[in-house]
């Protein structure tokens, strides 16, 4: 019978997306495995593979569609000795259908060959995973961020909350009746950040701890090192040194290398930290995995591309969820200081504030002038109590005055 090709959740934030630009036509014949459109969700423009083969006998949804619902009818497949006829008139029009089950019949697993290419090279079992694929089938965008002992942390990604409740935009408009001004709709990025926000603000028990750091040792370490960097084309920036230093501070205090899990605390090994990149309409977190073994100039090197990708929405979901802390640094524009918004499951932030000079107490008590940095550590108090939040502060502000050991 015909195939009914649906609407992916290509994110697990995605409610809707925009059907941005199609791939194929209707009259192309299409195996598993080849691309049929592009779809803009609310983080990210993502390529979509077809996950049967046939015909595209109807284009329901028209390229540039706002708003298109998860597992919405979005075109029609033909096998081999169907014809357009055999379209029920079910599928004439385009309406969401009901989530799809897990893609396993018995010991049968549903996958695209692509999708089981990609599991077989990574180890990746796929009777364990669940599919976002059209009926639950097991598509690519399910295991290219997948592996063999797939993290915990991963469960407990929690899915976007409804829209903050509020003043309704008529009424709102009628407080404004008499003023000029331009109304912008919310695109995805905008409602998932607001209602991730609004959720960490009421849900999330905030505290937030606060140091000035001196940069003087670290500015001149930097200095040296850019200058046998050169010849490389590294260039470390200071932020380099923060991911690092933070990454290295998790594993001094591991017991705040944690995440909020709903009823229990997913203590991690590895340092895996998100940092904040600010694009056009919202932000990217993409985190760096393993970023406690990781040089300096692979941090910086990496972090570049990301930043890049972010920038031009083309970051794949799991460069951008897990990790266990975060970075927000605004101290490029000019800000001293501020407090940041955990992004759950996160257990805390660091906001960096930009580095001025200042009149200090010298080490011997005589006043001079240095360049100091003033951050502040946002933390879920669920997840790390007061001390311990001190005690990974302070490690952290230990790697950016020494920084020689970080390199040690």
Known sequence: ????????????????????????????????????????????????????????????IAEGTEGV???????????????AGDISASAATPAAAP????????NRVFASP??????????????TMSGSGPRGRIVKADVEGASAAPAAVSAAAPTAAAMP?????????????DREYTEISLNGMRKTIAARLTEAKQT??????????????????????????????????????IIKACALALQSVPDANAVWAGDRVFNLKPSDVAVAVAIEGGLFTPVLKDAEVKSLSALSAE????????????????????????????GMFGIDNFDAVINPPHGA????????????????????????????????????????????????????????????
């Open 1 to 60: 019978m015909p195939i009914e090709i649906l609407m992916p959740a290509l994110s697990p934030t995605m409610e809707e997306g925009t059907l941005t630009k199609w791939l194929v036509k209707e009259g192309d014949i299409v195996s598993s495995g080849d691309l049929l459109a592009e779809i803009e969700t609310d983080k990210a423009t993502m390529e979509f593979e077809a996950v049967d083969e046939g015909v595209i006998s109807k284009i329901m």
């Open 69 to 83: 619902k998860v597992n919405a009818v979005i075109a029609v497949l033909l096998e081999d000795g169907e014809s």
């Open 99 to 106: 989530a799809a089950p897990a893609a396993k019949d018995g």
């Open 114 to 127: 692509l999708a089981r290419r990609i599991a077989a090279d990574k180890g990746i079992d796929l009777k």
């Open 165 to 177: 409740a509020s003043a309704s935009a008529e009424a709102v408009a009628k407080m404004y009746a």
């Open 204 to 241: 999330v028990p905030h505290f937030y701890l606060r140091r000035d750091i001196n940069l003087d040792a670290l500015l001149s370490f930097r200095g040296e090192l850019n200058k046998q960097l050169a010849a490389r084309d590294v260039k470390l920036s200071i932020n380099d040194f």
């Open 303 to 330: 972090m570049k591309d990301l930043a890049t990708r972010a920038k031009d929405r083309k970051l794949a979901p799991h460069e951008y969820q897990g990790g266990s802390f975060a970075i927000s640094n605004l």
């Open 349 to 408: 932030i660091l906001a960096v504030g930009a580095g001025k000079k200042k009149a200090i107490v010298g080490p011997d008590g005589d006043l001079i002038v240095a360049t100091v940095m003033s951050v502040t550590l946002s933390v879920d108090h669920r997840v790390i109590d007061g001390a311990l939040g001190a005690l990974l502060l302070n490690a952290i502000v230990d790697n950016l005055e020494n920084p020689m050991g970080m390199l040690a």
